[in-house]
């Protein structure tokens, strides 16, 4: 399933190439709220939350989030909403606005492995099926943090860790993020055969037969940049 992709940055849908470069930027956002409104699945991301001192207000780390507007498309679109979830509140408040589910990245880390005791705490608040684990990889491991941190973890050993409190994987293989080169199926097979649970995949992909390549690996497929530039056609 393609699942595509809005992020937002400033108020605007926005794809940055590895995270840092701005490539594009678009203030029409509702005019891909409605080209995507046909998805069975929208993933909506909020980078200024992301980045920020702590996701959680207006001044933190010196950005403005973008939760109203969140909240708006959430209400429209079948969203798995991400970016500075990083408390029980926050992931609550998203749900409550009409997220289907939450993405949670960082905050499923501490001290350099995943963090189970906060695990448990989310799972016990708004449920197992409505969390998505975000295990982000560079090189290998485990990167946190907008991807700045990079931990002596596995993908595959952050999988088996946190799968009994996620029902959802979103791999996101950062070394072909934005690229549009293609994705890297042996990292994304090898996260695939260490969960029961469903996974998406995310970086570099490209053109439908990725698309229908990973189908049929039973791996969803989230999609920006390649959608954004015209490389891949979708209807509407």
């Not at 029409?28 to 939350?49: M, N, S, T």
């Not at 992909?205 to 390549?213: G, P």
Request: aromatic share 6%; charged share 25%.
């Amino acid at each position: 399933m393609l699942i595509p992709s809005i992020d937002l940055q400033g108020g605007a849908v926005v794809q940055l190439i590895q995270g840092k470069r701005l490539a594009i930027k678009d203030d029409d956002v509702f005019g891909w709220v409605r080209r995507f409104e046909h998805f069975p699945k929208v993933q909506l991301i909020d980078l200024d939350a992301a980045m920020s001192g702590d996701g959680l207000d207006g001044a933190a780390g010196g950005r403005a989030d973008n939760l109203p507007l969140v909240c708006q498309i959430a209400g429209t679109l079948p969203c798995r909403v991400g970016g500075g979830v990083r408390t029980i509140e926050r992931a609550s408040d998203l749900l409550a606005a009409g997220a289907r589910a939450v993405i949670v990245g960082s905050s499923l880390f501490k001290a350099g492995k995943p963090d189970l005791e906060f695990a448990r705490s989310l799972v016990a608040r708004v449920g197992r099926e409505r969390i998505i684990a975000a295990v982000d990889s560079r090189g290998g491991q485990v990167v946190i943090h907008g991807w700045k941190t990079v931990l002596p973890v596995t993908p595959v050993e952050a999988v088996q860790a946190l799968e009994p409190y996620c029902g959802e994987f979103l791999y996101t293989h950062v070394d072909t993020e934005g690229l549009m080169s293609g994705t890297d199926f042996e990292a994304i097979r090898l996260v695939r055969s260490a969960t029961t649970r469903s996974v998406t995949a995310a970086g570099g992909i490209t053109t439908k037969d990725e698309i229908d390549r990973l189908a049929a690996m039973d791996v969803d497929a989230v999609v920006g940049m390649a959608i954004y530039t015209g490389a891949l056609k979708i209807d509407g």
